[in-house]
């Protein structure tokens, strides 16, 4: 069957598309700048940090409805479920809110407690000048815990940018201000971005096994105190991310701790990663006992998964390439014996196309102006068993009457992980609804 890949649609005074640029990667349109800031990712990478406040120095919309938009593995704090903002109006615009962000600090420490407390400039507070790091200085003496001036707002740039300059601050406030109890030779920080929770609480079990103890997590459900030991790690684990891999550098160049960067999107990775870091660690004990840790875990998965790619084999997925969690269903899915499809929104980048290739030796299919309707003759004409994307799809699975899931990527990261992608891809496709949901309706079938 040929699909049509491309909005073929070129300027004809320039060979490239109009919404790229000479790397061939999508530039935003100021038609979707809402969608996401720079403050919006500094506050996502940063809310992680379980035990610490989150205060917007900005008008109440900077919120965006944020209570649990962001979850976290932990049930023992509930701060970072919460967005405190100082709510400015027209007479803090007019005279500075400067002050009342102090006072809100102090209110705020009083009230609930926290570890630190992370303040986030905005649009609005950072074009009136207000002086946040002045404000948190001043009650900081007052009240004695920290408090973290975030300069993050949102007309700085789009998400990553944010993301980054969150990754600054903590390794300008944060980093190295406390000192553990004690260290170890087996020392290791994991950093990745701000929806990662469930992937390395995946691969904290495996490191317990081996004697690697994770000093600190930034910031998958991570603790402020963590986050200050960070500096005394032996090794820093980045799962990939270009936007992070300029924050272990620097690391790398203050504190002299090394990294390596190895992806978790299969079997075959953390299999890689778990070896990376036994050899980087430099212990030849620790590379026998992880070699016999590997041998265990892929005969047990492999054992586990049998059932599972008989009922699914030859069974066609498609997959919506959104974020990291689309690659690890991809890989699962192809592992398992499935004919995937994979869909994007937007041209994929060259290393992106390189790794579709070399997994399914296909490429993707790219919707033109994101015309979500576009699937629907796809999945007819493939006989398509699931559809795997975001919430956004969802009305189209139900529109073709096919099971609909949910990419949750963080968790189906490790051999663990790979089970669960497994597990949850057949319980999806052979749930007794669609069974329901295929038939005539009673009046149908009379007439």
């Given at each position: 069957m040929k699909i049509n890949q491309e909005n073929t649609s070129r300027n004809p005074h320039n060979s490239m598309p109009d919404n790229e640029d000479r790397f061939g990667m999508q530039v935003p349109s100021a038609l979707d700048a809402h969608e996401d800031c720079a403050f919006d990712g500094a506050m996502l990478t940063l809310v992680p940090i379980i035990d610490a406040a989150h205060?917007?120095?900005?008008?109440?919309?900077?919120?965006?409805?944020?209570?649990?938009?962001?979850?976290?593995?932990?049930?023992?704090?509930?701060?970072?479920?919460?967005?405190?903002t100082t709510d400015m109006e027209e007479s803090d615009i007019i005279f500075g809110g400067a002050k009342k962000l102090q006072k809100a600090i102090i209110q705020l420490v009083r009230r609930y407690q926290p570890?630190?407390?992370?303040?986030?400039?905005?649009?609005?507070?950072?074009?009136?000048?207000?002086?946040?790091?002045?404000?948190?200085?001043?009650?900081?003496e007052q009240i004695g815990i920290p408090i973290i001036p975030v300069d993050s707002p949102g007309f700085a740039g789009r998400k990553n940018l944010g993301i980054r300059l969150a990754g600054e601050t903590l390794i300008e406030h944060v980093i190295g201000t406390a000192e553990p109890e004690f260290t170890t030779p087996y020392d290791i920080n994991i950093i990745s971005e701000y929806n990662m929770a469930g992937a390395v609480s995946n691969i904290l079990p495996l490191l317990e096994k081996l004697g690697i103890r994770v000093l600190a997590k930034i910031t998958a459900n991570s603790h402020y105190k963590e986050i200050c030991y960070?500096?005394?790690?032996?090794?820093?684990?980045?799962?990939?991310s270009q936007i992070m891999l300029n924050f272990v550098k620097k690391m790398q160049h203050k504190f002299d701790i090394p990294y390596i960067e190895v992806p978790l999107y299969g079997v075959d990775d953390i299999t890689q990663l778990l070896k990376s870091i036994a050899t980087k660690l430099g212990s030849h004990e620790l590379e026998e006992k992880t070699e016999k840790l590997?041998?265990?875990?892929?005969?047990?998965?492999s054992e586990n998964l049998n059932f599972y790619k008989l009922q699914l084999q030859d069974k066609t997925v498609i997959i919506d390439i959104t974020?990291?969690?689309?690659?690890?269903?991809?890989?699962?899915?192809?592992?398992?014996?499935?004919?995937?499809i994979p869909i994007s929104c937007r041209k994929l980048n060259q290393e992106d196309k390189n790794r579709l290739k070399q997994w399914l030796?296909?490429?993707?299919?790219?919707?033109?102006?994101?015309?979500?309707?576009?699937?629907?003759?796809?999945?007819?004409?493939?006989q398509v068993d699931l559809l795997i994307?975001?919430?956004?799809?969802?009305s189209l699975s139900f529109q073709a009457k096919i099971p609909f899931l949910n990419i949750n990527s963080e968790l189906y990261a490790g051999y663990a992980g790979v089970l669960a992608a497994a597990r949850e891809i057949y319980t999806t496709?052979?749930?007794?609804v669609w069974q329901q949901v295929r038939k005539s309706a009673p009046w149908e079938e009379i007439e």
């Open positions: 205060l917007i120095h900005g008008p109440s919309g900077c919120i965006n409805n944020a209570w649990g938009n962001n979850s976290n593995l932990s049930s023992d704090f509930r701060l970072h479920k919460i967005r405190f570890s630190a407390v992370f303040v986030y400039s905005t649009c609005v507070s950072a074009l009136i000048g207000d002086d946040i790091h002045g404000a948190c200085k001043d009650a900081y960070a500096h005394r790690a032996k090794l820093n684990v980045l799962i990939p590997i041998n265990e875990e892929v005969n047990n998965l974020d990291f969690g689309s690659w690890i269903m991809i890989e699962s899915a192809n592992n398992l014996g499935m004919q995937v030796d296909r490429d993707e299919v790219v919707l033109a102006n994101e015309r979500l309707e576009e699937i629907i003759p796809i999945i007819n004409e493939n994307a975001s919430d956004r799809l969802k496709i052979y749930s007794p």
